[in-house]
């Protein structure tokens, strides 16, 4: 292999890093050595921030360009934008692997612009702390108006609706509802194009938090709520989603009610433990024995026990 052979191999594993004059000059000496081939970057890849409107753009852009839609649009308009700014190793993935996840990977389960955030949020976090960043945005997903996104030069369909979860059918079929546009419509592409971008910019708010780029948005705490006599509030923490907050009820010594004010956990999953778990205490006046908590969501179920628990201990005897 003659020596320019082996610098056009150099450039070619390097993908499309940008070279100075002086380092293309450099590069025969570079190659000398035995060692021709860069290594693969150890997983979890280093993160580097994004501009979260350049990011809504590109996505939009994607989901309607050639191997497009919403799981592909999220994760190659932010792959390629990395690759842009960035170099080698971003320019390495191409995000259209994922072309086949539009409409819940064809079976209308997870969101797929959900399905290509989460790969973004696989491929520089390990599984803790990915998992925490995906209850983070599954949470905003079921709590937010969407889509928030207006594309210049596509008008946006004026409705905006909160998913009941993150299922495709839920999201699309709650919006086409609210607005009576069918799926083959120009607006339900406009939105889900739209709702993307916005998964996508949020991947990236939380990416650049996490990693120090970003100051976490300030949150207005609630005000406390007014309690009766017979009333207490009760926390403990869950390992999945954090903080769980409930009201207990007395009526005399026994429990008349408990109410779950606030909780981080995923949603559906939730909603498995919570009626079950909470009649139970209710019966067993917050004795935790013999309480079965496998009901699919082990550690919420567990949490609301703690939290319950918690908000007895309250009570003076």
Request: charged share 20%; hydrophobic share 40%.
């Amino acid at each position: 292999m003659n020596m320019e052979q082996t610098r056009r191999e150099f450039l070619r594993t390097a993908g499309k890093i940008t070279l100075g004059a002086a380092a293309v000059s450099a590069v025969p000496a570079i190659v000398k050595a035995e060692a021709t081939e860069i290594p693969a970057p150890k997983w979890p890849w280093e993160y580097k921030p994004l501009d979260k409107e350049e990011v809504k753009a590109r996505v939009f852009a994607n989901f309607n360009g050639a191997n497009g839609g919403c799981c592909s649009g999220v994760a190659s308009g932010i792959l390629d934008l990395m690759a842009e700014k960035y170099g080698y190793p971003y320019n390495q993935i191409d995000g259209h692997m994922f072309a086949n996840g539009g409409g819940g990977y064809g079976k209308r389960t997870l969101c797929g612009a959900l399905g290509g955030a989460l790969a973004i949020l696989g491929l520089f976090l390990e599984s803790g702390d990915s998992g925490k960043l995906r209850n983070e945005l599954y949470a905003w997903y079921t709590s937010t108006e969407l889509p928030i996104y207006q594309p210049a030069d596509k008008p946006a369909h004026p409705v905006k609706t909160v998913s009941p979860s993150q299922q495709c059918s839920d999201s699309v079929g709650t919006w086409m509802a609210a607005s009576g546009c069918e799926f083959g419509t120009p607006e339900r592409g406009v939105r889900c194009g739209s709702l993307s971008a916005d998964v996508a910019a949020k991947a990236i708010e939380l990416l650049n938090i996490h990693f120090g780029f970003e100051e976490a948005p300030v949150v207005e705490e609630a005000a406390a709520p007014e309690l009766a006599a017979n009333e207490y509030i009760g926390t403990a923490k869950s390992e999945i989603g954090g903080e769980i907050k409930v009201k207990v009820t007395m009526d005399g010594d026994n429990i008349a009610n408990i109410e779950v004010l606030s909780h981080g956990e995923t949603p559906g999953f939730y909603e498995k433990s919570v009626p079950s778990i909470t009649d139970a205490l209710k019966a067993s006046n917050g004795k935790a024995d013999g309480i079965d908590t496998k009901t699919g969501a082990t550690k919420t179920a567990e949490a609301i026990i703690a939290a319950v628990q918690d908000a007895l201990s309250q009570i003076k005897k």
